[in-house]
């Protein structure tokens, strides 16, 4: 079965930085485009950057352009964020995507709190 499995959340202060991973497994991951989203308590989930299943093109949230980079290693069936200059206002749950038609999943999420 399809499984997500992110790590690399934690607290760091304003102007730090986090990788995030999300290790896959149950699909053929070299065919399917990525996608990280955010949650920050009381509010909608937010489409934070999207890679193709080569990872030749990337997109981002306006809010993370220039700080955010997405990446991925298809040999190892990993998708990476790299989070630098953090702020306060990207304190969520970080969560994977894979849409897998007629299906999107997802991972279990990782929290991650930028604070002082």
């Known amino acids: 079965q399809v499984q997500l499995v992110e790590s690399g959340g934690g607290l760091v202060q304003p102007g730090g930085s986090l990788r995030l991973s999300c290790v896959t497994s149950?699909?053929?991951?070299?065919?399917?485009?990525m996608r990280w989203y955010r949650q920050a308590p009381g509010k909608e989930r937010e489409l934070v950057a999207t890679?193709?299943?080569?990872?030749?093109?990337?997109t981002y949230a306006d809010s993370v352009k220039g700080r955010f980079t997405i990446s991925r290693d298809n040999g190892k069936n990993t998708v990476y964020l790299q989070m630098n200059s953090l702020k306060p206002e990207d304190t969520a749950v970080y969560y994977c995507?894979?849409?897998?038609?007629?299906?999107?999943?997802w991972g279990q999420g990782t929290q991650v709190t930028v604070s002082s």
């Open positions: 149950g699909f053929t991951f070299g065919n399917v485009a």
């Open positions: 995507n894979a849409r897998i038609w007629p299906t999107g999943y």
């Open positions: 890679i193709t299943n080569g990872g030749g093109s990337t």
